[in-house]
């Protein structure tokens, strides 16, 4: 048995403990096991904690080339014609198989700088060499003969992603 004594305290008060070995220990141990179980672990790719996991990105995943394109059309445009173009852009990914990714909308940004561009689509390519089929491919160009008497301006920014 270890025993501390006098452990002196404002104003002249002592205390005085006999602290057991095992209970020191069993303490120990008990507070070691509570801070495991709350810590998060990271085991092959994911992250545990309290139960849950969460998939994580690996840092080799191959990368990915991103190909934006932003749409304006001419004014007096029909619904009727945008979105004949909105399905056309959208079918394109099951008949142009080089297309990894594929999502699109409606702008609706507050900050009123989007200079008259409505449509955002955005395409995404394993490679260069994907982009080169899709962009001669005859579906797309079937797609652009739909757009040229409706379509203002075009904006198109291609990247690779970035970790």
């Known amino acids: 048995m270890l025993s501390l004594k006098s ?12 602290i057991n070995i095992f209970s020191l220990i069993t303490v120990s141990v008990f507070i070691i096991t509570v801070l ?3 810590n998060k672990s990271v085991k092959n790719n994911k992250i545990t904690k309290n139960k849950e996991t969460i998939s994580i ?7 990915q080339l991103r190909h934006v394109v932003l749409f304006k059309f001419k004014e007096g445009t029909t619904q ?3 979105v004949e173009a909105e399905k056309a852009f959208s079918s394109l ?3 142009i198989p080089q297309i990894r990714g594929f999502e699109w909308g409606i702008n609706n940004s507050p ?3 989007d200079k008259g561009f409505t449509h955002c689509f955005f395409l995404t390519f394993d490679s260069e060499e994907d982009r080169e089929v ?3 491919h005859p579906d797309h160009k079937a797609f652009g003969k739909i757009l040229e008497p409706i379509l203002e301006d075009v904006l198109v920014v291609d990247y690779w992603v970035m970790d």
């Not at 990105?57 to 990368?63: A, I, R, W």
């Open 111 to 113: 900050e009123g700088v």
């Open 57 to 63: 990105e690996k840092s080799t995943q191959k990368k």
């Open 134 to 136: 899709y962009l001669p």
């Open 93 to 95: 990914p099951a008949k």
């Open 80 to 82: 009727k014609k945008i």
């Open 36 to 38: 495991s179980a709350c």
């Open 7 to 18: 452990i002196n305290l404002k104003k002249g008060y002592m205390i005085t403990k006999n």
